[in-house]
């Protein structure tokens, strides 16, 4: 699996939740608060990308490639490759139950954008 796939996901669940409206409905804010409510429940609630014993989200079947098992023939860098890999899966997988207090999210936040908006030319925004 990989972000493609994620992707396909995730659109599928916006188009069954928009489908319906029209272009030319008018929606309130609180409508468009719901719809994003029904979407994102849709999303965290798929069983092809939620772990029913965990609130968040399992990104790692997408953001890394799958487990193999170590063979005998594999060069030493490859070994570590695929430790690497392995120890990097767990960390995802365990980041749900990390507890980071929102007064020390912001500023870490606030530097990312920054960074991430302010040098130019930047080819993320472009």
């Not at 599928?12 to 309130?28: D, H, Q």
């Not at 014993?53 to 079947?61: D, G, H, Q, Y």
Request: charged share 20%; aromatic share 4%; with cysteine.
């Amino acid at each position: 699996m990989g972000i493609k796939e994620l992707s396909a996901l995730i659109h599928s669940a916006v188009e069954r939740e928009i489908g319906s409206y029209s272009l030319k409905e008018k929606l309130s804010v609180h409508n468009i608060q719901a719809i994003t409510d029904q979407i994102r429940h849709r999303i965290e609630s798929s069983p092809e990308i939620s772990d029913l014993t965990s609130p968040t989200i399992v990104l790692s079947k997408y953001m890394l490639p799958p487990e193999v098992s170590p063979k005998v023939t594999d060069t030493p860098a490859e070994q570590m490759y695929q430790k690497l890999l392995s120890e990097t899966r767990d960390v995802i997988d365990s980041f749900h139950e990390i507890g980071i207090p929102l007064a020390k999210l912001v500023p870490v936040v606030n530097g990312l954008i920054f960074k991430l908006c302010s040098d130019a030319p930047n080819p993320l925004i472009q």
